[in-house]
């Protein structure tokens, strides 16, 4: 079980920045996100892409901020569970929570955080005959780990940034990496494709364009593909994984189930504090709704600060806050 003051579900930049100010006010924070890397929107859709409007920083690329928010809230040490969706919530008698992760990951915490964005990215699924039947026995639509490649077979399909940028990667690490596509142009970074392209002319990876994979076999675990080509011939190829990387779309997912009051897949909040219509649990960024809401990234920065003093109240129910700007305190780290 781990143990904390803050359980933040979702590490997206504003999920990340509610670190900061719970960290400012001495709360420790535990952060659980359903990809397998912090960022949110900005890392899984947009990382190259700058960003005018953060206070401050006239041009910032997407990436550069979520990775400069890690640097800011690394002095308050948070710890994270990341590739685990949160799939419930328990009330305690003591008026705690215990959140349950995917893996079933316990945290127990005094506050609840979401800031769940648009929701959890959930897979876009290929029609592959068999294809649910092998996931976890070799199908996989997320690299977490890419040591559980090591040495192994692997067929990726796909043709932007993800199967680009994993092709690459996972060439060093494999036994043997087959792209498969439909075109023989790819929607990634060009320069992404010309290294596929490079890396398939020197024989390190197989790439296998204009064709489809239609069906999957094996025998309790994957152990072959079968590829249709634009002439309709069919041929089996060997591999130990199949990833197929087809982008991902946002689902709100079990958030819906937790007795919170939802408009519109968003949670509503009082706009004093960001708390919803449970005690302990608040919801900030893009997950929340209000009269005059701007899903930006700024307002989410704003909501963190007011929900960190509000939550304050949680953890150290018998202490007074008294508000100190951090050019008098410093940033005390834990
Ligand atoms: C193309 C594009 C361009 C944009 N440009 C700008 C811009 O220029 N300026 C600006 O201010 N905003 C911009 N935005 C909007 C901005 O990206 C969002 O406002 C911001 O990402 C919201 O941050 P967030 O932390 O609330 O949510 P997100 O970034 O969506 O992160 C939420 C995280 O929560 C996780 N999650 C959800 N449910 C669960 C669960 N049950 N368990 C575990 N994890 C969960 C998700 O996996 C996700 O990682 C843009 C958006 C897009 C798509």
């Not at 949160?86 to 215990?98: N, Y």
């Not at 127990?108 to 649910?132: D, M, N, S, W, Y």
């Not at 690490?173 to 498969?180: C, F």
């Not at 064709?211 to 011939?233: C, H, P, Q, R, Y």
Request: charged share 20%; net charge negative; glycine share 8%.
């Amino acid at each position: 079980m781990i143990t904390t003051d803050i359980c933040i579900i979702g590490a997206g930049p504003v999920g990340l920045f509610a670190v900061f100010e719970a960290g400012l006010l001495k709360m420790r924070c535990h952060l659980v996100d359903a990809l397998p890397q912090v960022g949110g929107q900005l890392s899984e859709i947009y990382p190259y892409k700058p960003i005018y409007d953060i206070p401050g920083a006239p041009e910032i690329k997407a990436q550069e901020l979520v990775d400069n928010l890690k640097k800011q809230i690394a002095p308050f040490s948070p710890t994270f569970s990341l590739g685990e969706r949160v799939e419930s919530i328990e009330r305690q008698e003591d008026k705690s929570f215990i959140v349950t992760t995917s893996d079933d990951t316990k945290i127990h915490c005094k506050v609840i955080t979401i800031a769940g964005g648009l929701g959890c990215f959930e897979p876009r699924k290929p029609a592959i005959e068999q294809l649910e039947a092998f996931e976890g026995k070799g199908v996989t639509y997320m690299v977490k780990d890419p040591e559980l490649f090591r040495d192994k077979d692997i067929v990726l399909a796909g043709g932007g940034d993800s199967a680009l940028d994993w092709t690459i990667f996972l060439s060093n690490v494999a036994k043997s990496v087959t792209l498969v596509h439909r075109s023989d142009t790819f929607r990634g970074a060009p320069d992404s494709a010309e290294k596929v392209f490079h890396l398939a002319e020197t024989g390190k990876i197989n790439l296998v364009l204009k064709s489809n994979i239609v069906k999957i076999n094996g025998n309790g675990k994957l152990n072959e593909v079968l590829i249709e080509a634009s002439d309709k011939t069919v041929t089996a190829r060997p591999t130990d994984y199949l990833i197929p990387l087809f982008g991902l779309s946002p689902k709100l997912g079990p958030i819906a189930d937790w007795g919170l009051q939802i408009d519109k897949s968003q949670i509503s909040v009082n706009t004093v504090d960001y708390s919803t219509n449970i005690e302990g649990i608040y919801a900030i960024g893009d997950i929340n709704t209000y009269p005059g809401k701007l899903k930006l990234i700024l307002c989410g920065f704003h909501e963190s600060a007011l929900m960190a003093h509000s939550a304050f109240k949680h953890v150290y129910p018998n202490q007074r806050l008294s508000f100190k700007y951090t050019t008098v305190n410093g940033v005390n780290a834990f």
